[in-house]
């Protein structure tokens, strides 16, 4: 039996998330489909993390094991030709370890939220950012964003409805910047060791809040140390959120 | 009667073009229906340019006469709310003079024109650029650009069906370069006081071509000068195009 890892990047616009649920598709569901097409196997596949309906992902990792003789390399061609214009793209695929597992193996991952700063939705980024048409001072988001840095008790940032043993998480990278291509969109990027549910979109509705003066920058320390989901800031929408990679041992594609 | 120009954007993947015709809904039919209702008056609006259908404008000016008493600054947003969902948004509002005209007042135009070069298509951008999966050479693609740069008869960049009295036009500017957000983006920016049918998308194509070794750089003076269509690369698609910047004598907005 073949352990197979794939990575794809997807628009989330038009999928109900990840994981497989009765009352909508999902990315789960249409790439079971395509591979039990390709494969003539019923395939189930191991995803790194359950994203929320809307949440995109430019670089997603999975896993599924199958007695397929597809070359690896063609897989990701295979995968696209069946997939057609569906707003999911299989960029790499790689035979894995038997024990391997893209939801237990991952070893961090790293997100990018972006939000659109400006009075005058924009066609181009509304499926795509947060429409937040309030003054922002980036600067104080900037000055903000390596306060949530660092080994904590993160329930202050999680939303109820997960099942995590702990809720202790490692952030090693919380920046905010300017976008590169437009210049009123604002990125929040965020790299832990893994993320309590809800996590990113709360602690980029907790720095919008501080941009917007709504809550001081030094009152971060603090609001995580009280684990009161409360005294945190508002849950950014899932539109702007990204998966933008995903960590393992080693580099598998 | 006041005469207003408007600036918009707008993303032409749901519309057939600007310009009013009979099978398909167009910027233009969208936005006399949205100053009709927002007036009570039946509103007729002059483009800047007849762009085709899935081709996208970045800014977009058109002007319309009325009687109507809103005020210019809240003109935007009376047709942002009216307009909804719709892939297009107005970004300002100006009184102009009343021999302005948003076709003939305007003294240049700059497009963006995006090619997806990799072998697997981005979800993200197949609605914003042409996917080309052959290797391209971008240094040659950078190199030739500003070759088309001055005053010269286009014809040979032309499709058919303009009914332009010269087919001379002066390219300002014309520069190749790597797209800020993704590294497979290649990117195309053209000035001119005015362009041809399909003048940008010709030019892209023949770029292309020349970045994948099918056309010489050197060869471009020659493919001018011959004035023949057939000389000049292929006619490069809608998607990947955008209206980025109109010039007029002053700035209206």
Known sequence: MRNIAVKIMYDGSRY????YQKN???????????LSELTNEKVSVTGCSRTDAGVHALEYVFNFKSETKIPIDRLPYAINTHLGNDSIAAVAAAE????????FSSKGKRYVYKIWNSNIENPFTSNYSWFLPYKVDVRKMIDAAPMFCGTHDFSAFMAAGGSQKTTVRTIRDCVVKQSAEWDEQIEIEVEA???????????AGTLAEVGMGRIEKDSIPEIIASCDRRRAGLTAPAEGLFLKKVFFDADLF
Chains 1, 2 share one sequence.
Do not use: P, S
């Open 16 to 19: 109900h998330g990840w994981q």
């Open 96 to 103: 894995v370890a038997e024990d391997f597992n893209a939801r």
């Open 24 to 34: 909508g598709i999902t990315v789960q569901e249409r790439m079971e489909q395509v």
């Open 193 to 203: 060791d893994a993320f309590l549910y809800n996590m990113v979109r709360i602690i």
